[in-house]
């Protein structure tokens, strides 16, 4: 079954700081994805990233990046030189992929994270 | 591109009576909607998969009779809560996959339930 752990359910930064959020999956599909939601106080989610399952090369993205280990089952968020806008609940997410095609999404339970100026 | 819309964004009703949430894909046709809930403070739980032209496929503890979801074209999907109760209250989001596949959903921006 598709499992998608954050450890971390809230984290304080002043501003500047780097911070990492942690996300350990389980699955057992060979195929998959991962995605980074960041949902702001308005509750839209807004889409980070997706990564498949064969390609483990970490991406930078601006003051954004993201380490995936198949090793480890891990698939880490750091934001560098956190700003106060960087203020919200993130979430890691799974996706499988059926016989159609089809992909259900599990959601981890969250971090929060708030940046203090 | 891939724009989902939900309305309203917020509805405030007295309980035992319904309400209706439209999920529309603006900009692109989708074949698949998805329609989480979530409570204050927890993550998004699924609550079904609709796709156009058939019947919704609900998870385990999911009330369909409560939760009637109507998928009647490639561009909306209608999620109608029966006989509301203040445990229903929560934040409802649908999203969207596109005809030509793909792993993508396209979130809308939810909807806040509150009944009283």
């Known amino acids: 079954a598709q499992k998608v752990t954050q450890a971390q359910t809230e984290i304080s930064v002043v501003e500047k700081e780097d911070v990492t959020l942690d996300c350990v999956y389980e699955?057992?599909?060979?195929?998959?994805?991962l995605f980074w939601y960041k949902q702001p106080p308005s509750g839209e989610l807004v889409f980070l990233i997706r990564r498949n399952s064969f390609d483990e090369q970490n991406e930078i993205s601006g003051r954004y990046s993201w380490n995936f280990q198949k090793s480890t089952s891990s698939f880490n968020f750091t934001i560098t030189a956190s700003q106060v806008v960087d203020s919200a609940v993130y979430f890691c997410a799974l996706s499988d992929i059926d016989q159609t095609g089809a992909n259900n999404l599990f959601f981890g339970t969250g971090t929060r994270l708030t940046v203090i100026p | 591109g891939a724009v989902v819309s939900q309305h309203p964004s917020w509805v405030i009703c007295k309980s035992g009576t319904s309400v209706k949430i439209e999920c529309r894909s603006l900009d692109f046709q989708a074949t698949t909607m998805f329609w989480y809930r979530q409570f204050p403070k927890q993550s998004l739980m699924l609550m079904a998969t609709?796709?156009?032209?058939?019947?919704?496929?609900?998870e385990q503890g999911v009330e369909k009779d409560k939760f009637l979801i109507n998928h009647a074209s490639l561009t909306l999907s209608t999620l109608t809560v029966t006989s509301a109760h203040p445990e229903d209250s929560s934040f409802y989001i649908c999203?969207?996959?596109?005809?030509?596949?793909?792993?993508?959903?396209?979130f809308g921006p939810g909807t806040r339930l509150t009944v009283t």
């Open positions: 609709s796709n156009e032209g058939s019947k919704a496929t609900y």
């Open positions: 999203s969207a996959r596109t005809v030509a596949g793909g792993y993508e959903q396209y």
């Open positions: 699955t057992r599909d060979i195929t998959y994805y």
